[in-house]
Each structure stands twice: as C-alpha cells, then as structure tokens.
C-alpha cells in the first residue's frame, strides 16, 4: 500500500531536497559554534546563519535589517515572545476568532495579570470581514495580533485591509505566518507590520526546532526579551545586550537547525511564492471539486482563492476519528484528526467539539495523491 502525506500543516513532509544532507553535513564536518570563536569553522557556520537570515528577509519582503531576523528555537516561542514581552496589566490587544492555542494560551496567562484580549468576529467559515476590528479598537489597545490563515479550515484572514486600518491608527500589527510562510507572499515593508513569526518546519520546508521572528526596529525597541542569558558578545557585562539580535537570541542558537532552514529558504527562493501558490491552489480546486457532493460538510470557504491548502471536513453521518482511522489503515493516507490546538477556530466554525479531519497539501503533494485521496474519502463517506 502507498503512504500519502496528507499533514503538511502539522509539519511539511519531505522537506526541501537537500535539508536533510546540509544538517548531517554540518554535524558531521563542522559542529562549531557561531558568536564563540573565530576560527575558520565558527565563520563557515556564522556565514551560514547570515544568509539564512538574508534569505528571511528576501522571502518576507523585510525592509530592516538582517540582525532584525531572530532565529527563535521555534513559532511557539516567537508567538510568546511578541506577547509576554510586549503586553502588560491595563493593556488591550486584538486577536482572530481562529487562533491557534500558541496565541491563546499566553493571552490566558497574561489575562490573570490584567491584559484584556477582544476577538474580532468570523462566519460559520472562519472569514472576517477587516472593519469589524474598528468598533473593538480601545485606549488601551497596545497590538493587533492575527493567525494570517487558519490552521484548521486554511482561511485566509484580510491582512492587507487590517494592516490599512492598524497603520492609520498607529496600532502594531504582528502576523502568525504559520500557515502562510512558503506557501503566500507576505510583504512585511508593504503590509507595515510590526512583528512576523513563522515556524522553520511547516511551509519553509525545514526542520523542526527552529524559526523566525522578523521585529521592526520601533517595536523591537520596546520589546523585553523573554529569556536572556550568553550571546557570545559583550562578555564583559552581566546586562543583555540592547543591540540586534543579541538581544532576543540568547544561548546557542539551534545551528543543525539553521543549516536545514539556511537550504530549505534557498529551495524556496529558486521556486518561487508564485509557483508554489499555484500549485497549492491547484490541489485545492482538484480537492474541494473531488468531495463536493458528498455527505460531509466542508468546515471552511471552500474556495482556493479564500484559503491555504489546508481543507477540514466533518464527515456528518460518519465518526471523524473512525475515518481518519480508516484513512490510514486502509489507504495509507495521513491526515490529523480532532481540534488541531484551536477550539475557538471550531467554535467559530461549528465543529466543536467533535473536531474535523483535516488534509493539508505540500509542494511535493500530486493530483495523482489528490485523486487517490478523494477516491477513500468517497468510500468511506458513502459507507458511513
Ligand atoms: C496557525 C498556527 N499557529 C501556531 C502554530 C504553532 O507552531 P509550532 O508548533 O511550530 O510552534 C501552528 C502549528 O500548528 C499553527 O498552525
């Protein structure tokens, strides 16, 4: 029986060609640390980390500078980062109503220390019209926080209108790119964001265990850092560093890591945003066109043009687990099955609690893999 990869937004599988090869290669024939030694090794590998934040800051359009690109030791992390080290008690911050549990569980936690979160409104499928933000803008609202495309039903969130409407009232704006990174232009300098955070592992078809989190220099400057600690530079003082990205990027960065994410940006860059959207667009056209008709309910737009290769369907007269199941043991096909950490995204959705299986596409997925796909999910549908 084939194996089909289906799961591309809990992690991208296979990763960019060669990624695997650059991180064995680092290990195996250089291992140095960067920051810590001059020697030719530490250069090699520093080098490497220079252009991978270079490449960062090509795919994402950002017009600061390099050492504005953290390397985080993942998108969870970069997500806290912005939150915890920018909000304090009395302030206001302004979320989707399709966050992912990485937003929500360190709003939660600031909210015992007196943060208050509002959510801007979604329809049955997760789409939020950009001026429904205004009525819940306060005195008090410090930051804009949006998922850019939900991770349950793929839908893509109006960032450029929310980015017209923050810029005006000089509200920042930060972007989880989890969904989006790799597979969607993301135009930092254009959309005037403040923050950008993106896992190395899902869309930049990199490793996992590394990320980035892009910080516009005014915001950067008013943001604590969440852990400090070694930087390899300015030895002599306790203090950290105020200088980037020393100062979010203390102890040894996950360089294996980087030298995976350093060739997967590369992959991507030669590919090119257009042609990897094309053809995630193309899958989910073939896809959604595939189960249309069927008895399952679509959790989503339904529409390529609204949404990432990311489909969720709750199978109504069938057992979303027991197919999943199935779609595994009979077909070979892996999928993720349940609330995928985002229970308001299936409130807002009407999938909760019983969740949705949910397919997600990669640059590697075929129409053959598609049609394979719709083929057990019509059977197992039908026999339901
Ligand atoms: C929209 C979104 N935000 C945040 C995350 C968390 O990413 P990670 O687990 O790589 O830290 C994910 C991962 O599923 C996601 O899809």
């Known amino acids: 029986m084939q194996t089909v990869y289906l799961d591309n937004g809990a992690t991208s599988f296979p990763k960019a060609p060669g990624v695997g090869e650059a991180m064995a290669d680092y290990l195996l024939h250089n291992g140095a640390n960067v920051n810590r030694g001059t020697y030719g090794k530490a250069s090699a590998a520093a080098m490497t980390v220079l252009e991978t934040r270079l490449r960062l800051k090509e795919l994402f359009h950002f017009p600061g500078k390099e050492a504005e690109v953290i390397l985080t030791p993942g998108h969870t992390y970069g997500l806290n980062q ?30 015992a220390h007196g943060v208050e979160f509002s959510r801007i409104p979604a329809d049955r499928a997760g789409r939020t019209k950009a001026a429904e933000l205004l009525p819940l803008i306060r005195e008090n609202t410090k930051l804009v926080l949006v998922d850019h495309a939900s991770n349950v039903s793929g839908t893509i969130f109006p960032l450029e209108e929310t980015a017209e409407l923050c810029h005006a009232r000089g509200i920042p704006l930060a972007v989880d790119a989890a969904q989006t990174g790799g597979h969607r232009d993301v135009d930092f300098g254009a959309l005037h964001l403040a923050a950008l955070s993106v896992p190395g592992h899902k869309g930049l078809l990199g490793p996992q265990g590394i990320g980035a989190l892009l910080l516009e220099e005014e915001f950067a400057s008013r943001l604590r850092p969440l852990v400090t600690g070694g930087t390899g530079s300015a030895s002599d003082s306790e203090i950290q560093p105020d200088y980037m990205p020393d100062r979010f990027e203390s ?96 409130r807002t959705l009407g999938t909760f609690p019983q969740g949705t299986v949910r397919f997600s596409f990669g640059y590697a997925t075929t129409e053959d893999e598609i049609d394979y796909a719709v083929r057990a999910i019509r059977t197992l549908a039908l026999e339901a």
């Open 82 to 111: 912005i939150l915890l080290g920018f909000l304090g008690p009395g302030d206001h911050v302004i979320v989707s109503s399709m966050e992912h549990n990485a937003v929500m569980r360190p709003l939660m936690e600031l909210q």
């Open 251 to 346: 102890g040894t960065v996950n360089l294996p890591g980087a030298f995976g994410l350093h060739k997967s940006l590369g992959f991507i860059l030669e590919q090119g945003i257009d042609k990897l959207k094309a053809h995630d667009e193309a899958l989910t056209a073939r896809f959604l066109d595939g189960v249309r008709g069927l008895p399952l309910r679509v959790a989503g737009p339904a529409d390529p043009k609204q949404q990432v290769g990311v489909v969720s369907l709750d199978f109504t007269d069938g057992d979303n687990g027991e197919i999943a199941y199935r779609l595994e043991k009979d077909y070979g096909i892996l999928t993720r099955c349940g609330l995928h950490c985002a229970p308001n995204a299936h």
